[in-house]
C-alpha cells in the first residue's frame, strides 16, 4: 500500500523567511503533484513532477523530486501572506491512475 | 490550463432525499474521473474511479448502492448520493485526469449539508 507523509503538518512562519515542506512516499511512483487549498476552496494544481531530478518554480515556490529517496520538497523562498493556505502533495501508484494524498502541510505566512 | 467544473458548489437538503452532483472537463477529455471526500482539517479520501462506458471502482468502505456514480461521457461524471444523511455531510471534489497531458484537475467543490 502506498504511503504518502508530509512534514511538518502546521507551519508557522513570518514574511521574508524561507522554509521547507518535505513529502515521503513509500513505493515507486510515476508521478508527483503538488497541491494547493484555500479554506472553504477545492485544489488548486502547483506542480507535476515526472522524473528524477526534476525542479519546477513558479514565484516563491519551487518544487523538487528524488525518486531514489522518494522524496519531494516544496521550498518557500520570502515568504508573504498570500502563500498562506493548505499545501498537498499526492503520489501516483505504479497502476498510474489514482492518486495517494499527504496529509497537508497547514501553512500560515505572519506579518 | 484545464478545468474541470462541479454543479451545484453548494447544497442543502433534509434527510433521507438524494442529491446529485456533476462533474464537467471543460476543454479536455478525461477517461478516469475521481470522487473524494473532504472533512474538516482532512485530506482528501478517495471514494471511487469513474471511467467513461465502465463501471466505478469503488474504495474499500464506500458504499456503491449509496454513493451512485455514472460517467456517461470523455467529460461529465455524476455522484449521486442516495437517501442522506446528515454524517453524509461533507465537501465533495472531483477530478479528471486529462488523457493527452496525464495532469490530473480539481473541480472547485460541493458542500452538501444533510439536515
Known amino acids: 500500500e502506498l504511503k504518502v507523509e508530509q512534514n511538518p503538518l502546521f507551519l508557522s512562519m513570518q514574511e521574508g523567511k524561507n522554509y521547507t515542506i518535505y513529502c515521503n512516499y513509500s513505493t515507486t511512483s510515476d508521478r508527483l503533484y503538488w497541491y494547493r487549498q484555500d479554506p472553504g476552496k477545492s485544489l488548486e494544481s502547483l506542480f507535476v513532477l515526472l522524473s528524477n531530478g526534476a525542479v519546477k518554480q513558479e514565484g516563491r515556490l519551487m518544487a523538487s523530486l528524488d525518486t531514489k529517496a522518494r522524496l519531494s520538497t516544496l521550498h518557500i523562498t520570502a515568504a508573504v501572506h498570500d502563500l498562506s493556505a493548505t499545501y498537498f502533495c499526492?503520489?501516483?501508484?505504479?497502476?498510474?491512475?489514482?492518486?495517494?494524498f499527504g496529509e497537508g502541510t497547514q501553512l500560515t505566512v505572519n506579518p | 490550463g484545464a478545468v474541470v467544473s462541479q454543479h451545484p458548489s453548494r447544497v442543502i437538503c433534509k434527510s433521507g432525499t438524494s442529491v446529485k452532483i456533476e462533474c464537467r472537463s471543460l476543454d479536455f477529455q478525461a477517461t478516469t474521473m475521481f470522487w473524494y471526500r473532504q472533512f474538516p482539517k482532512q485530506s482528501l479520501m478517495l471514494m471511487a474511479t469513474?471511467?467513461?462506458?465502465?463501471?466505478?471502482?469503488?474504495e474499500q468502505g464506500v458504499e456503491k448502492d449509496k454513493f451512485l456514480i455514472n460517467h456517461a461521457s470523455l467529460t461529465l461524471s455524476t455522484l449521486t448520493v442516495t437517501s442522506a444523511h446528515p454524517e453524509d455531510s461533507s465537501f465533495y471534489i472531483c477530478s479528471a485526469r486529462d488523457g493527452t497531458s496525464g495532469g490530473q484537475f480539481f473541480g472547485p467543490g460541493t458542500r452538501l449539508t444533510v439536515l
Open positions: 469513474s471511467n467513461e462506458g465502465s463501471k466505478a471502482t469503488y
Open positions: 499526492a503520489v501516483d501508484g505504479t497502476s498510474g491512475s489514482r492518486l495517494t
